[in-house]
């Protein structure tokens, strides 16, 4: 079963949930993330339960930081995947169960790992020896103990685009798994780590079970071996990855095939399984709306620009991502290539798009961005970050307001040595 639609046309109007995006716009300006609320509460639900309450769903927040869209997953039942502390203290503002919480990421400083300790995270996903020592050191520094498990790295091909995949031995990632054995039982010998699970996380936009299926085969066979080797593994952390119809034509594993796989290959072993999905909870649950600032053609090209650019959404023009757009108008025009304002050549979102015939002024809605969309964005070009709100039938709420041109430069200083400073600098 695929998701409600969020965005529909109603006589040719577009809404998102109950209010129209036209409303939208002349209220917050343009460009402008939108969320919906029930497109987030849906995907975390049906994840959710179907999971089922022994098993944690942690919210992989770097897809979208947002508290207010953070605070709905936790709120929902939630935990927390986070990789860095800024991501933690965010999901601890937004009441994350310190408990609910993983930390990932292959390289924790120490004043992290001091702050994950301190707060009493659920466990550290540890991704190389010398982290390992790392993290005992603090913890005996600190006085405790800090639960652990090794990411471990299956050489499995997750067969999506190469800069999101994280599963093979050319990436950084990990612990091979072939020497679980040893990282394990290394591990035993410190005094303050005390190992609870194991982990992996092959890629993101997966839209095969596949790949993920061949990884959760190979961390079956090391959990029983390391059990066998005396390590008691109280949970298996099949990491996030579950991909996103950004296409017509993708076809993404629902929720329910994709926990239904995870819990028959690794949901008999009498661990708790742990989650970490981000793309497939916030994508779908996101907008950016922008208006056509002009049109130009030349002999070979016609280009639509938008006043939304690259800094504020970067997947186009990093990955190659594609995007899909909605307008009001519906009819049929010549394809175009959609672009922003940024002084790139790359800040270009499609090319040669069936975009309707549009106007100046007119509204330009792309879907599916409410993953790596507003966290990935920069003020690149001086341009302020772009405002977020979140819809509720038909209630809207401001979750960020727009940065003024003024807080693009807060922090900056100017240099001692400049002979006049104005009043301002000081
Ligand atoms: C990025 C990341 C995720 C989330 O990936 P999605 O594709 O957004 O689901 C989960 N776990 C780890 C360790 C990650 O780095």
């Known amino acids: 079963m695929s998701f409600s639609q969020t965005l529909a046309r109603r006589d040719g109007a577009l809404f998102i949930e109950d209010v129209p995006v036209r409303d939208l716009a002349e209220a917050h300006g343009t460009p402008l993330y939108v969320y919906s609320r029930a497109g987030l509460l849906e995907r975390a639900s049906r994840l959710l339960a179907a999971f089922g309450p022994d098993n944690l769903v942690a919210y992989s927040i770097k897809s979208n930081m947002n508290l207010a869209v953070v605070r709905t997953f936790v709120d929902a039942g939630c935990g927390v995947d986070v990789t860095s502390r800024g991501e933690l203290e965010r999901a ?38 010398d982290e390992l020592a790392m993290i005992d050191a603090r913890a005996r520094a600190a006085g405790v103990v800090a639960p652990i498990s090794f990411r471990l790295n299956p050489d499995v091909d997750a067969r999506t685009h190469p800069k999101i995949a994280t599963g093979l031995r050319t990436v950084k990632f990990g612990v091979p798994i072939e020497e679980a054995p040893a990282a394990y039982a290394h591990a035993k010998t410190l005094s303050n780590v005390e190992v609870v699970g194991v982990d992996c996380h092959i890629g993101s936009q997966l839209l095969s079970l596949e790949p993920m299926r061949d990884a959760l085969l190979k961390l079956k066979t090391a959990v029983l071996s390391l059990r066998q080797a005396g390590h008691e593994i109280r949970l298996i952390d099949i990491g996030g990855g579950l991909g996103v119809e950004y296409q017509d034509g993708d076809v993404p594993p629902t929720p329910e095939e994709y926990a239904d796989m995870a819990l028959e290959v690794v949901g008999g072993l009498g661990a708790a399984l742990v989650c970490e999905p981000g793309r497939s909870l916030t994508a779908g649950a996101g907008y950016l709306v922008s208006r056509v600032l002009y049109q130009k ?54 090319e040669g798009y069936a975009l309707p015939e549009v106007s100046n002024g007119d509204l330009v809605v792309f879907r599916d961005v409410g993953a790596y969309g507003f966290c990935m964005a920069s003020t690149y070009n001086g341009r302020p970050l772009p405002a977020e709100v979140m819809v509720h039938g038909s209630r809207v709420e401001r979750v960020r307001r727009r940065q003024s041109v003024e807080e693009t430069w807060t922090g900056e200083l100017q240099p001692q040595w400049d002979d006049e400073p104005t009043a301002d600098d000081r």
């Open 297 to 350: 053609q030349n002999e070979q090209k016609s280009f639509v620009i938008l006043d939304a650019g690259m800094n504020d959404y970067v997947r186009p023009a990093m990955y190659g991502s594609p995007v899909r757009v909605e307008t009001e108008s519906t009819r049929a025009s010549a394809p175009v290539d959609l672009v922003g304002p940024v002084c790139e050549s790359t800040d270009r979102f499609a």
């Open 92 to 129: 601890l503002r937004a009441r994350a169960d310190p408990r609910k919480i993983v930390y990932s990421g292959a390289g924790k400083r120490p004043d992290e790992i001091d702050r994950g300790l301190e707060a009493g995270l659920r466990m550290f996903n540890v991704e190389s020896l």
